[in-house]
């Protein structure tokens, strides 16, 4: 029997629909009237849930309908749209980044007589990040007039494309549907509206995701209960690899190894499953109440992270400022936690090198040099992606010049997942009713820090520089090759440590700082090249100037003036620059 299951679950596509959007805009309703099959996880039967009518955790449902056209001839018979029905609370944020990470499309719920909402917005955001397709449901429009109800459903429509335009769901599909007329209330025997056409379109949209039994497990658990006489039983999704019945896997977070008992997919026993598939899978001597939510893997292959490197940008929607050295809650897989962030671009050598055109999908590469930012900077304008992402509205007024920005992230506590994972940083702590994108930054996991003692061992060679620079003036030249300078230093600064550092001067002439020149700050420059003709008169005109008002302020010379003719010319500046690695503990001074 378990045979014939495992040989029906190979035929059969597993294509997981997330259904995201405002809370209360009846996305559970909608799951409910297409699904024909209930997971343990299905319709949120959180007991709060019920009582206020709205979802507090993913659900999992699942209907099979016949294989389209357009994936006929593939290895499969017949589609499993399995659908996560994604809370819409504002405060539940977490949980619908979550359930992104793991859709191959996404159902945008809309309540057709409010439209966008703050979190229908989120969403669109999220699912932007996170999946490649969508269609946008307007749901409840059996509320709408009947004499008004065409019109009010096209205008939406219209309303919907003008918002979608600049995103990468520009045309998307938009459909009406009433998943629950009359409301929570009504009698179940009440026959939902536009759902057969809603099936029809996803049955067009569903395309051949990328499913590859190869590689190690990762499988990403959302729910975790007993069965007396039977084990533990974890469900979620497949997210790479594949598992088998007396596999030993890991669950990382409490470093512990489990074999697997049995399997079902949907109540159906199988033997194995793979990338994509929705499945439960039973351990034994293991207590649910250790993993609400998380990672289990094939032993050994998913790190603890105590830091990270991540290529980033950020999300123009997002109106605050991204700061470096700011706390965001960031979100990897299922887990959210508070971390430090400091961001970085790549230098102008790094930019300008043709192997770090884009950058997203490489290795971060500790031999280069970076700059220091003090803020994440909205992504260039110019060769900008169709991307919500990368849509202007309301974007910082600062933007990068390059498309290679990184985050080094600090985690208030260890985190488990997997290398390259998807990394959305956030300010969860906004006001819930402020009306304003909480989504701050999305990019890719580059560097996974699995040392505690990274602050000896990794920062010390991260080439994160910023760039110094200070100006003095020339007071006088004591020959052709040499001048006296100030104001570069104070009269306490230790001179000797800037000794060998080139400067430049404002009348084009390159020197070095050769040493100290008395106590109260000034130095010796050498211009070995030596000084340009119109340079050293200027200078002269001035030691000769600055001799007489001398001479004028102790009386020597009659009827002198103290001030300073109105035709003299300006002084000559000094200007000296070089950079610093931001993790150098000896504070050494650089200069190309």
């Known amino acids: 029997m378990a045979s014939d299951s495992t040989a029906a679950a190979k035929n059969l596509l597993n294509f997981n629909i997330g259904v995201l959007g405002h809370v209360d805009s009846g996305k559970t ?90 979190q229908s917005a989120e969403c669109l955001v999220i699912g932007e990040i996170a999946c490649k397709k969508m269609v946008v449901v307007l749901n409840k429009v059996d509320l709408l007039p009947a004499a008004k109800k065409a019109a009010t459903i096209e205008k939406m429509k219209k309303r919907m494309l003008k918002t979608l335009e600049n995103t990468r769901f520009a045309n998307c599909p938009i459909l009406a549907v009433a998943a629950k007329p009359g409301g929570p209330e009504a009698a179940e025997s009440m026959q939902a509206e536009g759902v057969a056409d809603l099936i ?29 006489g039977q084990g533990t039983v974890m469900t979620g999704t497949i997210l790479s690899g594949k598992v088998a019945i007396n596999d030993t896997v890991e669950i990382p977070a409490l470093k512990m190894n489990r074999k697997v008992k049995s399997m079902q997919m949907f109540r159906q026993p199988v033997t194995q499953a793979i990338q994509g598939d929705r499945v439960g899978v039973c351990v034994t001597q293991f207590d649910p109440k250790q993993l609400e939510r998380g990672l289990v893997c094939t032993p050994g292959t998913l790190p603890t992270l105590f830091a990270g490197i991540a290529l980033v940008k950020k999300i123009p929607y997002f109106k605050g400022t991204c700061a470096t050295k700011a706390k965001f809650h960031v ?43 003090d803020e994440l900077m909205s992504p260039p304008i110019a060769g900008k992606e169709n991307t919500a992402s990368n849509n202007q509205s309301g974007a910082s007024s600062t933007q990068a010049t390059t498309n290679q920005q990184w985050a080094l992230i600090e985690f208030e506590k260890p985190v488990t997942c997997q290398r390259n994972c998807l990394v959305i940083g956030s300010k969860l702590d906004t006001d819930i009713h402020s009306n304003t994108c909480r989504l701050a930054f999305h990019g890719e996991l580059l560097h996974a820090v699995t040392d505690k003692t990274y602050n000896e061992t990794l920062l010390p060679n991260l080439k994160i520089f910023k760039t110094k620079s200070r100006e003095g003036v020339v007071e006088r030249a004591t020959d052709n090759y040499s001048v006296i300078g100030r104001s570069l230093f104070k009269k306490e600064t230790n001179i000797q440590t800037f000794v060998g550092l080139k400067v430049r001067l404002s009348s084009g002439e390159e020197g070095v700082i050769e040493g100290g020149f008395g106590q109260s700050g000034k130095f010796k420059i050498r211009i070995s090249s030596g000084l340009k003709e119109e340079t050293f008169k200027q200078l002269s005109e001035k030691g000769k100037k600055g001799k007489k008002a001398a001479a004028s302020a102790s009386g020597e010379v009659e009827g002198a003036s103290t001030d300073a003719p109105s035709g003299s010319r300006q002084s000559i500046k000094i200007f000296l620059d070089f950079k610093r690695y931001i993790f150098d503990t000896k504070k050494q001074m650089i200069q190309t």
Do not use: W
């Open 29 to 118: 309703s909608l799951a409910k009237a297409l699904s024909t099959i209930a997971s343990t996880a299905a319709f949120d039967k959180n007991p709060q849930s019920k009582e206020r009518g709205i979802t507090l955790d993913l659900g999992f449902s699942s209907f099979i309908v016949d294989l389209p056209e357009h994936l006929k001839g593939t290895s499969y018979e017949r589609l499993q749209f399995t659908l996560v029905d994604c809370p819409g609370h504002a405060s539940l944020i977490r949980t619908i980044i979550g359930g992104a990470q793991i859709i191959d499309l996404m159902m945008l719920v809309i309540d057709v007589t409010k439209g966008m909402q703050t």
């Open 200 to 228: 029809d379109e996803l049955k067009k949209q569903s395309y051949l995701p990328e499913r590859d039994p190869t590689g190690p497990f990762l499988f990403s658990v959302d729910h975790c209960f007993s069965i007396r």
């Open 331 to 373: 979100t990897m897989g299922h887990d959210t936690v508070m971390a430090k962030v400091l961001f970085f671009g790549a230098s102008s050598e790094t930019s300008s090198s043709p192997n770090n055109a884009d950058g997203e999908g490489s290795k971060f590469n500790l031999d280069q040099e970076y700059t220091y930012q």
